[in-house]
Nanobody
Framework: QVQLVESGGGLVQPGGSLRLSCAGSQFLVAYYAIGWFRQAPGKEREEVGC????????????EYVDSVKGRFAISRDNAKNEVYLQMDNLKPEDTAVYYCAADLGLRTSCPGNSYDYWGKGTQVTVSS
């Protein structure tokens, strides 16, 4: 069955970096839009960014929410069937559970996707 598994979370000091991984199984991450989301305690889930499929004109285009532009970067390793979220210059307000999600429908570009499958999340805590 389709699965996504996040890893790489942890505790980091402000200004530090983490790289989250999202491993896909039973589907090819290259063919679909993958989103990264986060949810902090007491807050609604927020889409951090997304990466379009590698196919055709999509060409793996990435989009980010304004609050992380210039600090976060999404990339994909098609050979490993993984998507990454590189997070630099982390701030305490980045503390949240981070999720990846896949849109396995017809829309291969992002944003604006309806995500069908979700990972269970990985905790990121930014604190001194």
């Amino acid at each position: 069955q389709v699965q996504l598994v996040e890893s790489g979370g942890g505790l980091v000091q402000p200004g530090g970096s983490l790289r989250l991984s999202c491993a896909g199984s039973q589907f090819l991450v290259a063919y679909y839009a993958i989103g990264w989301f986060r949810q902090a305690p007491g807050k609604e889930r927020e889409e951090v960014g997304c990466i379009s499929s590698s196919l055709g004109s999509n060409n793996g285009r990435v989009e980010y929410v304004d609050s992380v532009k210039g600090r976060f970067a999404i990339s994909r390793d098609n050979a490993k069937n993984e998507v990454y979220l590189q997070m630099d210059n982390l701030k305490p307000e980045d503390t949240a559970v981070y999720y990846c999600a896949a849109d396995l429908g017809l829309r291969t570009s992002c944003p604006g996707n309806s995500y069908d499958y979700w990972g269970k999340g990985t905790q990121v805590t930014v604190s001194s």
